[in-house]
């Protein structure tokens, strides 16, 4: 936690694209050609026999009136087409300085522009109008606006102005000055720059178009708390008529919901009826609900939501509002409002909003003439009061209000569902009026990072998303060059967020290193959102509490510009009776009665459980139940729930109880009330939900188990070893060779040949190593990944310094081939149980009896261990074992595993072939502790020749049979080229 912080370096800023700025000056004479391109392939791989297919790409032609344009190769077809649209401009750009005609210079945003002088060495600057120029240009525009010709114009305050024509008595043509405050971008823009403060104090922005509109001889500004501004004369009859005409006809009335905010939050907020005639102007409405006599005097507050939304609050200006009308432009005095904040309205719109408010979601649009309008109903408001924290947000994503929970962990895109992090992240910004966040994708080289692992004794790369390992100490940093970055890099992410004045607000760094890109910006950004979720729920937590929790997240926070920017916005809370937001809530939904009976389960039970890791469907209702009686209230119902079990994606309760069911089966609990916010968010009808609430009660879940998907191997294994499984068969198989000194090792089913590529990081006494596959696609991956390290770690002290060559085979390994007789060190690790049990007894006799390895590994699953992995229910560990093998049924581990063999099965297997081909076998494993039930996880046998004299001529007279195909072959004694 820190106290203060800023932006040094430049924030950016929206700017059109290159085609977009092509489109405003040149409409549809610009015209683009795409065209696939086919490119000579670069797999990185010199040698590799598999016919590698590039990526698809496009390059496009852009015809404008004088010249043509053609883009250099991309991925994607809107690169290419964003490239040639630069391509012109810097064209045109250069044709404005050789004093060329067709001048566009103006339309051409500030990144474009200095992108074409940097390449061309001129230094130019681009200073922005000065406060006196910006004042010049908002009078123009005042002028502008109540001119005849803009009353014709497509513009949602044109829209108005027609309205305010409709208008009787003195209204009439009378225009609110809040409207054309919010209505005009330009306006406000020229306000920012005046005075950088009006962002903070929206009201500033009227100071400065009333006092425009009054050095203006054609315009009148209302008296003092009139908020009005009118033409002198009126517009010619002819201006008004072909103005009117533009608007489609209308229904006689329009009839839209709304919603009455209270200042006094003793006071409930209810919903409202807006009935608006179609020769009626909605703000007299708006303005008669809410007191008063002049609709000039309602103000209107930033849009909520998304940018497109014309949802607003409307709320009543100080009967005598002072306007600051001196001619100090840059120290316009913030005039206090006089009135009572209404803390509900303001928390909800990030903007202060003074006595009773009216939310309503109605408007004139760029889209056409008529008027925009949708309803806004009680559970939209509290929906819009949910989504102030990151977890409201995700629930509201899954429309799972009641049974949905922010995810503690992101694991895999296939499995998260709902909104994904970083687009919450995003959200979140906006929202709160802060700048979108800023995320440093950094590429780690995999050798930086093992080194990293092993000097802290940790994993250095997580095996999959799902799992945060961290690569450095606290405190320490590492300084990566970008030219290291190769295809075997590693990713990390760091997130900063801004407020608009480009203060630092909070940074999130966390030592963590994934293999995909997209894993490591979606964790980062998860992890933000858990701080958010965490510090927003309890704002009041002491400063000792607070430091821990930015500690467990990674979090460095300013703690004064964060309070300002968001906690403020939060003050809703201190005035509800039951809040969702800033203050910590209760357990959610904690199970009525802790004792187990009171959980009913219902239904078969089938087997099919679930574990973590598991992707779980469920059908599921919650019901609003008074206790003691049998009424009930339903609040939300989903046929089919995806979540995925062990991350946090439901509720505590729900899964507990789910954990205890299989597939098939039903189960009904009941659970105290979460803050009643959440309730009425989800309620179908808000009436009877209110009703139920004025009486003791509580939630009723009924849930259905319909599916189960278990977890792929790798991650059901990584949830409970550390290092991973994998990576400690790699450990062993080292052992086995500087145990043994070996000089060759072939890999039996190598696939992409992560085996290999782990055993390049350790210093052993390897020459040679070679793998077999019958995947072309692995192999291929096999070859590059390879290729990359062998060249790469080329120093005197890199590990893989004694490999000399290296190949790979297309081939299957129950089939032979003679030059891969008589290796040192053979390894079939995880590999025999993907086959038909027939076909691994056939491996273990053809490379016993013809490969005939010095030693030989195998690795296999323990199938004993798969209760431990599922989480099934464990008897102790003093029952007997047959006993516990025998009461429980267990999954294999992978869906296209063949078989899977308890420790009895397979050692009988290994003994057997060790006995036929002259071998001693000695049985270990990894992932367990010996002579503790139910074993090692990954069982392993290592099989030892037993070299008699007579083997010795037929181990040199070895029939040459070659009946697999080269893929690829590396030499270190050949140039580079030639392998």
């Excluded at 630069?86 to 404005?96: R, T, Y």
């Excluded at 708390?225 to 009859?237: M, N, T, V």
């Excluded at 928390?347 to 006595?355: A, H």
């Amino acid at each position: 936690m820190e106290t203060g912080g800023s932006l040094v370096q430049a924030i950016r800023k929206p700017t059109l694209t290159p085609k977009a700025i092509i489109h405003q000056k040149f409409g549809s004479k610009a015209s683009y050609t795409v065209e696939e391109v086919e490119e000579p392939t670069q797999n990185g791989c010199p040698g590799l026999a598999i016919l590698q297919k590039g990526p698809c790409l496009y390059r496009c032609s852009l015809d404008l009136p004088d010249f043509t344009v053609v883009s250099g190769s991309f991925k994607k077809k809107k690169d290419a087409e964003q490239s040639a649209a630069q391509i012109a401009l810097e064209k045109v750009f250069l044709g404005l300085l050789l004093g060329l005609q067709g001048c566009i210079l103006e339309a051409i945003s500030l990144k474009y522009f200095l992108g074409a002088t940097i390449k061309l060495g001129i230094n130019l600057s681009a200073d922005s109008p000065t406060a006196e120029e910006a004042w010049r240009e908002l009078i123009a525009r005042v002028k502008y606006i109540f001119s005849n010709e803009f009353l014709s114009a497509l513009h949602p305050l044109s829209s108005h102005f027609k309205a305010a024509l409709r208008r009787v008595g003195d209204l009439n043509a009378s225009v609110p000055a809040s409207v054309i405050a919010i209505c005009d971008g330009k306006l406000n823009n020229l306000c920012k720059i005046i005075n950088p403060t009006v962002e903070s104090h929206p009201l500033l922005v009227l100071s400065y178009i009333m006092r425009a509109a009054a050095g203006l001889p054609e315009l009148v500004v209302g008296a003092e708390g009139q908020l009005s501004i009118w033409r002198k004369d009126p517009y010619p009859p002819n201006v008004i008529e072909s103005s009117i005409s533009q608007q489609s006809d209308v229904a006689e009335s329009i009839t839209i919901m709304a919603i009455y905010i209270p200042c006094s939050p003793e006071k409930a907020v209810e919903p409202v009826i807006l009935n608006i005639s179609s020769t009626g102007y909605y703000f007299d409405v708006i303005a008669q609900i809410l007191g008063l006599s002049d609709a000039n005097m309602v103000l209107v507050s930033r849009t909520i939501g998304k940018a497109s939304s014309e949802t607003r609050f409307y709320f009543a200006a100080p009967k005598s509002y002072p306007l600051d009308m001196s001619s100090d432009l840059l120290n316009a005095i913030v005039v206090p409002f006089g009135g009572p904040l209404n803390a509900r309205a303001s928390s909800l719109c990030g903007q202060d909003i003074y006595g009773d408010s009216i939310l309503a979601s109605i408007g004139y649009t760029w889209k056409g003439q008529d008027i925009f309008h949708e309803d806004v109903t009680l559970q939209s408001y509290y929906r819009m009061l949910i989504s102030k924290i990151p977890s409201g947000v995700y629930k509201l994503s899954r429309e799972a209000i009641l049974a949905a929970e922010l995810p503690l962990t992101f694991t895999t895109k296939t499995n998260w569902k709902g909104s994904f992090p970083r687009e919450i992240l995003s959200s979140f910004c906006r929202q709160y009026r802060l700048l979108e966040p800023v995320f440093c994708v950094s590429s780690i080289p995999l050798k930086v990072s093992s080194e990293l692992s092993r000097s802290n004794n940790k994993p250095g790369v997580s095996e999959s998303a799902d799992q945060e390992r961290e690569y450095t100490n606290e405190n320490e940093s590492v300084d990566v060059d970008p030219k290291l970055v190769v295809s075997g890099s590693s990713f990390t992410c760091e997130i900063k967020i801004y407020s608009k004045c480009q203060d630092l607000i909070l940074e999130c760094a966390p030592n963590v290193l994934y293999k995909k890109q997209n894993d490591a910006v979606q964790s980062a950004s998860l992890k933000v959102l858990s701080w958010l979720n965490a510090y927003l729920k309890d704002i009041d937590m002491s400063l000792e509490k607070e430091k821990q929790l930015a500690n467990v997240f990674d979090i460095k926070f300013y703690r004064q510009i964060f309070f300002k920017e968001v906690v403020k916005c939060l003050s809703v809370c201190n005035c509800q009776h039951n809040e969702t937001l800033g203050r910590k809530e209760p357990e959610l939904n904690g199970v009525v009665e802790n004792d187990a009976s009171y959980i009913n389960i219902e239904g078969t039970d089938s087997d099919l459980c679930p574990s973590n890791g598991s992707l779980l469907c469920v059908c599921y209702s919650v019901s609003l139940v008074t206790k003691g009686e049998l009424q009930k209230e339903l609040l939300e119902s989903i046929e089919e729930f995806e979540f995925e079990m062990g991350t946090g994606a439901v509720i505590p309760c729900l899964e507990a109880v789910v954990s205890q069911m299989s597939v098939g089966q039903s189960a009904c609990f009941y659970t105290e009330l979460p803050p009643e916010d959440l309730v009425l968010a989800a309620a179908k009808d808000l009436a009877n939900a209110l009703a139920f609430l004025t009486s003791p009660c509580c939630l009723e879940y009924s849930i259905i188990l319909l599916q189960v998907t278990e977890p792929p191997e790798d991650r059901m294994e990584q949830a409970l070893f550390n290092p991973p499984l994998s990576k400690q068969r790699v450990e062993y198989a080292v052992q086995q060779i500087q145990e043994f000194c070996a000089t060759s090792l072939v890999d039996f089913g190598c696939g992409s040949g992560s085996l290999l590529e782990s055993l390049l990081e350790y210093p052993t006494s390897l020459e040679t190593i070679a793998g077999v596959d019958i995947s072309q696609k692995s192999l291929s991956r096999a070859a590059k990944v390879l290729h990359s390290k062998l060249v790469m770690k080329s120093d005197f002290d890199a590990p893989c310094r004694s490999i000399k060559s290296a190949i790979l085979f297309d081939g299957s390994i129950t089939d032979f081939d003679s030059r891969l007789c008589g290796f040192d060190l053979a390894t079939c690790l995880e590999v025999i149980e993907h086959m038909e049990e027939e076909q691994a007894s056939l491996f273990g006799d053809i490379v016993l009896s013809s490969f005939r390895p010095r030693i030989l590994i195998v690795s296999t699953p323990n199938y004993e261990y798969n209760v431990v992995l599922q989480k099934s229910n464990l008897t102790s560990h003093e029952d007997d074992p047959e006993e516990k093998i025998q009461s429980q049924s267990c999954k294999f581990r992978n869906h296209d595993h063949k078989f899977e063999w308890t420790r009895e099965q397979f050692q009988h297997w290994a003994s057997e072939l060790a006995v036929r081909h002259k071998y001693r076998v000695e049985f270990s494993g990894v992932g367990g502790v010996v002579d503790l039930e139910p074993g090692f996880a990954s069982q392993i046998a290592v099989f030892r020749r037993v070299f008699l004299p007579e083997d010795a001529d037929g181990l040199k007279d070895e029939d040459s049979v070659w009946q697999y195909k080269v893929i690829w072959e590396w030499n270190r004694s050949k140039p580079p080229l030639t392998n």
